[in-house]
T-cell receptor
């Protein structure tokens, strides 16, 4: 138990569906992140939020839409995804954005059909 | 540019053997941080260690040890007397002072410990 909880753990969705991934951290951290992990590739940083403000958007397609209502919760809204978006999506949190270690959730295994 | 290379894609060892996972990094930052994470089959990345660029002292934690050498830009990880529970994918990561907390991960090394 790392203090970062992601739901759902598995998700299968069609290309026309709309779904959301949820992440919650109980560590009192101020920064939260979304990463994408595809097979045989390095983890890709998607979004960074620090004190609820988005500070990084690494050229992520608009079919991925993040939301951070408070420092403890982070969402990733998905719509009209493509099969190549199938991956493990990992949420992480850290105390701040000054090179402190990040704590990761167990991820959501997303399959787009 | 920031880059982390883990040249070993997959390693298999027999239980109780020692194993070293290699990590080579590139950075232009003078101050940076190196990390190792473990990803068991359950999926989450488990933090193992963080070192800053000014601290080249080797570190030992139980069966785990880390060898940081700036001269060769390497941060290798050794597991002594491996156990089946050590089977996982291990990631090395780099974070620089000019990149906020953006981690640059290697592609990971999949370790299988055979009983």
């Amino acid at each position: 138990e790392t203090g970062v909880t992601q739901t759902p753990r598995h998700l299968v969705m069609g290309m026309t569906n709309k779904k959301s991934l949820k992440c919650e951290q109980h560590l009192g951290h101020n920064a939260m992140y979304w990463y994408k992990q595809s097979a045989k590739k390095p983890l890709e940083l998607m979004f960074v939020y620090n004190f609820k403000e988005q500070t990084e958007n690494n050229s992520v397609p608009s079919r991925f839409s993040p939301e951070c209502p408070n420092s403890s919760h982070l969402f990733l809204h998905l719509h009209t995804l493509q099969p190549e978006d199938s991956a493990l999506y990992l949420c992480a949190s850290s105390q701040d954005t000054t090179n402190t270690e990040a704590f990761f959730g167990q991820g959501t295994r997303l399959t787009v059909v | 540019a920031q880059k982390v290379t883990q040249a070993q894609t997959e390693i298999s060892v027999v239980e109780k053997e020692d194993v070293t996972l290699d990590c080579v990094y590139e950075t232009r930052d003078t101050t940076y941080y190196l990390f190792w994470y473990k990803q068991p089959p359950s999926g989450e990345l488990v933090f193992l260690i963080r070192r800053n660029s000014f601290d080249e002292q080797n570190e030992i934690s139980g069966r785990y040890s880390w060898n940081f050498q700036k001269s060769t830009s390497s941060f290798n990880f050794t597991i002594t007397a491996s156990q089946v529970v050590d089977s996982a994918v291990y990631f090395c990561a780099l974070s620089g002072t000019n990149t906020g907390n953006q981690f640059y991960f290697g592609t990971g090394t999949s370790l299988t410990v055979i009983p």
